[in-house]
C-alpha cells in the first residue's frame, strides 16, 4: 500500500499534532458553549476520532453522510442527504469537521442546508483545504494544512473508497490511476 505513494505529504506525527493545536484553539474559542461536532462521512472519520480526543473536555458528535448526484467521480455541488443528523441542531453551536476542502461545492452546500436549520453558530474545522481548487468561497475557521491542488489519499482520504487507512498523507502514484 505504501508503495502506491509518490511522497508523503504529512505524516501521522504531524497530523496529530496539528490537530492538537486546533483542539487548543476549538476549545479556547468555545469556552462555555456546548459545542455539537458533526463530522461529514465518510472521509472525515479519523480528523473526527483525534480531533475529539485532542479536545480537554467532552463535546457530543453527529454524522452526516451525503453523495453528489450523477456519476462523476468529483463533486458536481448538486448533493443529496444519505444519512441526515440525529441531532436537532436548532439553537446549538455547531462545528462541521472535514477531511478536505476542495472545490468547496461540498461543504457550500452542507453549510446552507445546515444554516437553513438555525443553529446558534456554524463554523468549520478541515484537516486540509486546497485554495488553487476552489470554486466557491468558504468561509472556515479552523483549517490544518493549506496544500498544493494535488491528489491526496490517507487518513481518511479514499482513491475509489481505498487508502483510508494508511496512516500518513500522500499523493498517489501515477500508476495507481494510469
Ligand atoms: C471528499 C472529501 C470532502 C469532499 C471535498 O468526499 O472528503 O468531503 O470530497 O470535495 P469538494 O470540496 O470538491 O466538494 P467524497 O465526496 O469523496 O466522499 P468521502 O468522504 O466518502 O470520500
Ligand atoms: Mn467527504
Ligand atoms: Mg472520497
Redesign the pocket.
Known amino acids: 500500500m505504501g508503495n502506491d505513494l509518490d511522497h508523503v505529504l504529512f505524516t501521522e506525527d504531524q497530523i496529530h499534532a496539528r490537530l492538537e493545536e486546533l483542539a487548543a484553539e476549538i476549545w479556547a474559542d468555545y469556552e462555555g458553549k456546548d459545542v455539537l461536532l458533526v463530522g461529514?462521512?465518510?472521509?472525515?472519520i479519523l480528523v473526527m476520532a483525534d480531533l475529539m480526543r485532542a479536545l480537554p473536555g467532552s463535546a457530543p458528535m453527529d454524522w452526516m453522510a451525503v453523495?453528489?448526484y450523477g456519476s462523476g467521480t468529483?463533486?458536481s455541488g448538486v448533493v443529496r442527504i444519505l444519512k441526515d443528523l440525529d441531532t436537532d441542531i436548532s439553537g446549538r453551536h455547531v462545528l462541521i469537521v472535514?477531511?478536505?476542502?476542495?472545490?468547496?461545492?461540498?461543504?457550500n452546500w452542507i453549510c446552507s442546508n445546515l444554516r437553513s436549520r438555525e443553529p446558534a453558530s456554524l463554523e468549520i474545522c478541515t484537516l486540509l483545504r486546497k485554495p488553487d481548487?476552489a470554486k466557491v468561497d468558504i468561509d472556515c475557521r479552523y483549517v490544518g494544512f493549506d496544500i498544493p491542488n494535488e491528489f491526496v489519499v490517507g487518513y481518511g482520504?479514499?482513491y475509489d473508497e481505498r487508502y483510508r487507512n494508511l496512516r500518513d498523507i500522500g499523493t498517489l502514484a501515477p500508476h495507481v490511476y494510469l
Do not use: M, N, P, R
Not at 477531511?99 to 468547496?104: E, H, K, Q, R
Open positions: 461529514v462521512l465518510k472521509g472525515a453523495s453528489s468529483k463533486s472535514e477531511d478536505i476542502i476542495d472545490s468547496g461545492l461540498t461543504l481548487a482520504l479514499d
